[in-house]
C-alpha cells in the first residue's frame, strides 16, 4: 500500500516538472530531494521531529523552512515537502523518491540497467553493452557496473524485472540444462 500511496505524491510532482512551462528541471528537483532526504538519514533529532505525531506540522515545516534555506531547496521542493507534512506522508520520503526516479524514467525514455562482468569494462566496452541494451529494451540505457569474478566472462543485465545473461556462467547452465532434458 505505501508503494502506491508514494506513487501517488511522486507522479504529482511529476507531472508539474514535465509540465508545459516547469519552474525546476528533473534533474535539479531530484538532487534537492536527495539532499533532504539524506539529512533526515543522517539526523536522528530530525528524523524524530519530523516523523513523530507529537510534533505538529507548523513545527514540522518551520524546520524543513529553515533546512530549506541552509541548503537552498527551491520553493517548489520545499511546498512538496509541506505537502508531505500536511498529508503526514513525510516518513515516506524514500519510496517516493525512488518512484520519481522511475517515474521520469519512463517518461524520458530511459531504463537503468544494472550491468554485472567478469572484469571491470573499459568506456568503449560499457558504451556497447548500452548500446545493445538499448536495442534490446527500444530505450535509452543508464547503466550502473560492477564486477563478479564468478561470471567466468562475459555480462549479465537487468533492466527492470528482466536479465539479459549473456555471460559464460549462464550459458554454460544453459547448455548443462539441455543436456539434462534429453
Known amino acids: 500500500m505505501s508503494i502506491a500511496v508514494a506513487s501517488r505524491y511522486a507522479r504529482a510532482l511529476v507531472d508539474i516538472l514535465m509540465g508545459p512551462s516547469p519552474v525546476l528541471t528533473p534533474d535539479l528537483a531530484l538532487a534537492q530531494l536527495r539532499v533532504f532526504q539524506s539529512m533526515q538519514q543522517d539526523s536522528v533529532e530530525l528524523r524524530n521531529v519530523l516523523n513523530s505525531p507529537a510534533v505538529g506540522a507548523a513545527k514540522k515545516k518551520a524546520v524543513v523552512e529553515r533546512l530549506a534555506l541552509m541548503v537552498s531547496l527551491s520553493g517548489l521542493i520545499k511546498n512538496f515537502l509541506f505537502v508531505l507534512i500536511d498529508h503526514r506522508r ?18 524520458m525514455g530511459i531504463a537503468r540497467a544494472q550491468i554485472t562482468s567478469a572484469r571491470p569494462l573499459d568506456s568503449e566496452q560499457q558504451a556497447m553493452v548500452q548500446a545493445a541494451l538499448a536495442r534490446m529494451t527500444g530505450k535509452q540505457v543508464l547503466g550502473q557496473y560492477a564486477v563478479d569474478e564468478a561470471l567466468l566472462g562475459g555480462v549479465t543485465a537487468r533492466v527492470g524485472s528482466r536479465v539479459y545473461d549473456g555471460s559464460v556462467r549462464g550459458q554454460l547452465d544453459s547448455l548443462r540444462a539441455r543436456l539434462v532434458r534429453t
Open 90 to 107: 513525510i516518513a515516506m520520503l524514500p519510496e517516493v523518491v525512488t518512484s520519481i526516479e522511475s517515474q521520469l524514467d519512463e517518461r
